[in-house]
């Protein structure tokens, strides 16, 4: 898992977590999909507290880096 998903420590940090994004489907309570198909993780295992710019809260709005 952590060699797949983006880096995510504070300096990149993404407020709007995997959790509560529309695209990821969780198999328990901590691990789900991505779903998204734009999103660098789609079809890969997610953890709850990684997250993304392409976050369903963040459609049509722009996001700093």
């Not at 995510?8 to 328990?28: G, K």
């Not at 998204?36 to 809260?57: A, T, Y």
Request: glycine share 10%.
């Amino acid at each position: 898992l952590g060699a797949t998903q983006p880096d995510y420590s504070q300096s990149n940090w993404i407020a709007h977590q995997c959790e509560w994004c529309r695209w990821a489907v969780f198999f328990d309570g901590d691990y789900g999909f991505c779903c998204n198909k734009l999103s660098p993780m789609d079809g890969r295992v997610v953890f709850e507290h990684g997250g993304c710019v392409h976050h369903s809260d963040l459609v049509g709005k722009e996001v700093a880096r």
